[in-house]
């Protein structure tokens, strides 16, 4: 992936190897456990499968790490392609959003290590990248992405793009208000998981917001290299629902769905690559997922 053609954001900020916002190697207690389950609840991600991260991460975690705070080199060939790819996200919905007669307000991006506070509360490395729409941030750890290549059977550039761009159209979704209409069905006692819930049409969407945004990012670049599209799909099948409980608990279960499965997830990715219009992706208008 061609991916330095692309205009660097401004809006990255760095925060990896400080002490208050990094240094893995703590075992969670029963707080720890609690703040996992409710950050899980509020990013729309089973509280299961993070707790079984969070163990698997620190039984591999180097017993001398913790507290080590080694800041990586400024502006790093790795916060430069995250600038990049974000910078390409602004580009891209900032021309969408022009032709509908709105203006995008770009999201923030927070580089961290180990654990970082959001004002969706604090989080480790283990919930992986995720979009706080309290204060309209995406959070990643790029550690995140070494384990989706070494564990997950993802990886590759144009796949970590997929990543950022995924946690983007979450941003769309709350200034379109999609994000309000889903949890306010959850503040109502409304059930939102499930494999056709609310939860896994919102999550499916921003896949689909995610494929379109690489349409027409590489309509601007031509960036994309033999292999790059199917390091995405490869990426959006390890990580589908069904794959994920059948690697961790051998069995799969629709009605606890958060994400979608890896055939649903690919197929909305599709969707918005191939045909560039966001009005492709409404989900929650679709009969068929």
Not at 216 to 227: I, P, Y
Not at 230 to 253: F, P
Request: glycine letters at 14%; a negative charge; aromatic letters at 8%.
């Amino acid at each position: 992936m061609k991916w330095r053609s692309a205009r660097r954001s401004s809006n990255v900020q760095d925060i990896r190897g400080r002490r208050g916002g990094g240094g893995g190697g703590m075992k969670l207690g029963l707080g720890g456990i609690a703040a996992v389950v409710v950050i899980g609840l509020l990013l729309g991600k089973s509280p299961m499968e993070l707790l079984g991260l969070v163990t698997q991460v620190q039984q591999q975690m180097p017993a001398d790490s913790a507290g080590r705070g080694d800041a990586p080199p400024v502006d790093d060939e790795a916060s430069q392609f995250v600038a990049s790819i974000l910078g390409e996200t602004e580009d891209v919905w900032g021309a969408i959003f022009e032709a509908s007669g709105t203006q995008y307000t770009p999201a923030r991006l927070v580089l961290f290590s180990g654990q970082v506070q959001s004002a969706c509360g604090g989080a480790s490395a283990a919930v992986g990248p995720f979009y706080c729409p309290a204060d309209q941030k995406v959070y990643i750890d790029l550690s995140f992405f070494d384990q989706m290549e070494r564990r997950l059977g993802g990886g590759g550039d144009f796949a970590e793009a997929y990543v950022i761009a995924h946690e983007v159209g979450h941003h769309v979704q709350t200034l379109t208000g999609i994000s309000g209409r889903v949890n306010a069905i959850r503040q109502r006692g409304g059930n939102v998981e499930g494999a056709e819930g609310p939860l896994v049409r919102q999550e499916l969407q921003a896949d689909c917001y995610a494929g379109l945004w690489a349409h027409h990012a590489q309509r601007r670049h031509a960036w994309l290299e033999d292999g790059d599209l199917e390091e995405a799909m490869n990426t959006a099948t390890a990580i589908g629902d069904d794959t994920l409980q059948r690697q961790g608990q051998g069995q799969v279960v629709p009605d606890s769905f958060t994400h979608g499965s890896a055939a649903q997830r690919v197929r909305w990715f599709r969707i918005g690559f191939e045909s560039g219009d966001v009005k492709r992706c409404d989900t929650f208008a679709a009969s068929q997922l």
